[in-house]
């Protein structure tokens, strides 16, 4: 069987889309997962955003990725900031999908490669395979022990 691939859409993060996959990731049942919408996509982390890459399905939307033309500190170049893909999607690229139209997207837009500053396990692993397989990015250890939670989401 072969699994359909995603519709990647790049938006603001004012768009429609983007505040639907944020709202619903931060009032859902799972208290981690609404925990992971504050860290991921709140904050100055979701303050400095100016694209959001949105896989779609079948017309849901099953994951999100973000964008900042620097880090966080205003710092630097362009930056991947947060990337979220549903449960049940994951597995199957869209993460790997959505790294890869923001970086395209950076390149056009600045030239330059984006960073993606990897706090957890899953992410450095996903940053790594996305690099591996031509994604122009520049990725970052920053595995640390407290993030280690957000692996098992």
Request: proline share 8%; net charge neutral; charged share 20%.
């Amino acid at each position: 069987m072969t699994v359909p691939e995603p519709d990647i859409r790049i938006v603001s993060p004012h768009d429609e889309l983007a505040r639907q996959m944020v709202s619903a990731l931060a009032s859902d049942t799972d208290p981690r997962r609404r925990a992971l919408a504050g860290i991921l996509f709140g904050g100055d982390r979701w303050a400095c955003v100016t694209n959001c890459a949105v896989a779609m399905l079948d017309r849901r939307p099953i994951g999100l990725a973000t964008l900042s033309p620097t880090d966080e500190c205003g710092q630097g170049g362009p930056h991947l900031i947060g990337v979220w893909v549903a449960p049940q999607e994951r597995r199957r690229g869209v993460g790997r999908a959505l790294v890869r139209a923001l970086a395209e997207h950076a390149r056009r837009q600045c030239h330059a490669a984006p960073t993606v500053e990897c706090v957890t396990a899953a992410g450095l692993a996903l940053a790594q395979s996305a690099q591996r397989s031509g994604v122009p990015i520049q990725v970052v250890n920053c595995v640390m022990p407290p993030f280690a939670w957000l692996d098992e989401e």
